[in-house]
């Protein structure tokens, strides 16, 4: 690691510390004011904010980069608009710190309450959707972490613009500025640093992006990571199964965003429905433009399918492209799903309240739904304002991280000169 | 690594998976009569126990141990009988999984449920302290999860006869027997395959010992890791400390056992009280056998009293040593708990009621005293039955770490056919 970029990013955590001491213990209030001011500076911004992301989206242009790569990259004043309302989302979801989360009075008489407190600082490493700033920056301020953000190079100028604004709308509340930084280099090292150069000071990494970054964290990380891994995301439609609501609900899971790591990305059709629910949503799909890739049996009730091969399970194919598989029987879609399954949400479409329970009390993932979109597993539609992703970790967090999340707590105990004997 | 041992511990994790999942499916109940039969296992097998720890004490006393390591690796049947009647203590605790953490409805009308289930599969890493072995494999099936247990090597057999019973304990309840495993190997690349070669089998580990095996952790772990390092523990005494009340709970938190993790190691006195508190203290301190190391100014107020160095400061004892450092006020207090504590456990003694909040509110340890032992940072005093250790790590659990505190969630969504716009 080149030693000069070492230097500038142990004097941002040495800022973002002591910038998230200060904040800690400043009231509620204040931390919702610094979250609006920051929305009205964003607002205010908007012409610098989106001069520079017309830039970044330029230099992508001239980079070759794909048109949903672009897509992401790309801020319109709509869409600016739509960030900016959610931040204030944030800004009106309670504020966590001091929460009791239990309390209980010990044998020995001593009271115990266990608080809420931040994390510290956060490291949150993106790409290009510079939208992630402003989501991420709002959620650190309302949990009273510190956080240094470190976008995808081809959204410099945008989450820096982002960002400045957001400092103003911290100074402008009267609240550290350092509660949000961004490098102004783009250098490789800055991952480094935050992965493994500062683990005495970064208390924990978030990852959010593709499999290169995931390969790089999990290499060198040496402080605690909140992953954000693939979605493969696994409808099972039950012999039970409602057909109509199926048909509702595969549709909206796949293809209501097709980019979106809550996607559906694989369909389990119980034998029993295959010849009956089957083809309602294959005919809906195929309407819709999405290519099935389906097992033998699969395609004998629905012949236009393309041929599903092994190397269909278990992918996250973010498109229009959905591998669908027969299975016999509930025990048989949880070993499907417990083989190529990721940990982050699955779907049972059924009637039938015991085959429903077995599923959810046997499907180990983050989210697991029954008779609902996967476009559920959100931190929006969950009620957490927002989310800085859906954690696929099995500790601390699982499933949307909001505010809440992005917290832990301490034990306050108190007696009245209780000694141990 | 070695490729036998990579193999060994590869099948280890299988079987531990395996069983896992076999056990999560079933009533709290068999959880409960598989510790109770557990803990018989281990009473009618006290001979074998006894006598292969006696084989390990052998060995340690030739290979020349010293007399604390000596005296953490013993077992007598007193010890033996306080190990089982711990194990029966985890047995009456609350069955964690299936617990409703929280639930509430969305604005869309789905229903989400926050349900409590096992972490999956542990590895605790421990050093030449059987009891571990038998503490960690109880909270494990009361947790629902399976755990591979690595002990120091020099207690290898009494951990493998521990472990057996114990086995022989879930046999004789019908319940997975790779629940708990011990590889029979003491080789130091077993290690090696829990932190860093086996990332896909298991879900954490937690490792118990000193700085070596610290070190490793950090280095090699490629896994989620549960720390349980230094306990520097501070105690304040605040102006408006009862004189009575500090001598007597600095005296036990100090001489109760001065070889545990809670134990205090640096006393900080207010200059208000140096004078009339501490040299009551120093007087206790002193009739114990304590060394006393201090600050200047608290030379002058108790002039027997060894002279402290910088090297003083955040030093973990373990021993009948006391640090001893004049502040001069609460935030002289805080400043020297943040530079030198190690966020295990940290106590103030005051009666002022602001002194309290704002020390309590301030100190970013895992366990915040106010007038109460540091004897009671512990699993059994907080009443969790045990404890696999204080957790020093930030995130997911902090301080005692009981079954419950071994758990994590997922979220169930119930909904009649909802689809996201």
């Keep these: 690691m080149k030693p000069e970029i070492h230097k500038v990013m142990q004097t941002m955590a040495d800022r973002a510390c002591e910038a998230r001491r200060a904040a800690e213990i400043r009231p509620a209030e204040d931390r919702t004011r610094a979250i609006e001011t920051a929305a009205e500076a964003m607002h205010d911004q908007s012409g610098t904010i989106l001069a520079a ?40 979801q309670p504020d966590p710190l001091g929460e009791a989360i239990e309390q209980w009075s010990a044998p020995s008489g001593v009271d115990i309450r266990q608080t809420r407190i931040p994390i510290g600082v956060l490291a949150v490493i993106f790409e290009s959707r510079p939208n992630v700033a402003a989501d991420a920056a709002a959620l650190a301020i309302r949990s009273g972490n510190a956080v240094i953000l470190r976008g995808g190079s081809d959204s410099q100028a945008s989450s820096l613009a982002i960002v400045s604004a957001i400092r103003d709308g911290l100074a402008a509340a009267d609240m550290p500025v350092d509660l949000v930084q961004h490098p102004e280099t783009t250098d490789r090292d800055v991952v480094g640093a935050l992965l493994s150069g500062l683990n005495d000071r970064i208390d924990l990494v978030v990852p959010r992006g593709g499999r290169d970054l995931v390969a790089r964290v999990q290499a060198e990380a040496r402080v605690a990571v909140l992953g954000h891994l693939d979605g493969v995301c696994h409808g099972y439609v039950h012999a039970s199964a409602d057909a109509e609501m199926a048909r509702t609900i595969i549709r909206n899971s796949k293809m209501r965003r097709t980019g979106v790591c809550n996607a559906l990305e694989c369909l389990l059709v119980d034998r029993d429905c295959l010849d009956t629910v089957w083809p309602q949503i294959a005919r809906d799909l195929s309407a819709d433009g999405c290519e099935l890739r389906a097992d033998e049996a699969a395609r004998e009730a629905w012949p236009q399918a393309h041929a599903a091969s092994n190397d269909d399970w278990g992918r996250e194919y973010l498109d229009a492209i959905l591998a669908v598989r027969t299975v016999d029987g509930l025990d048989s879609a949880l070993d499907h799903i417990n083989r190529y399954g990721s940990g982050h949400t699955d779907l049972i479409i059924a009637s039938d ?25 959100d931190g929006a539609e969950f009620g957490f304002g927002g989310e800085i992703g859906i954690a696929t970790s099995r500790l601390h967090a699982r499933g949307p991280v909001g505010a809440r999340q992005l917290t832990t707590f301490k034990y306050l105990v108190s007696g009245t000169g209780q000694i141990r004997g």
Aim: overall charge positive; aromatic content about 4%.
């Design 353 to 377: 309240e015991a085959a429903i329970r077995s599923f959810q009390g046997r499907v180990d993932s983050a989210v697991v739904l029954a008779n609902a979109s996967t476009g559920f597993s």
């Design 53 to 92: 992301n017309a830039e970044d989206l330029a230099r992508a242009r001239e980079r070759g980069r794909p048109a949903a790569f672009i897509d992401r990259l790309e801020l319109n004043q709509a869409r600016l608009d739509g960030v900016i309302a959610g931040i204030r989302a944030i800004a009106l």
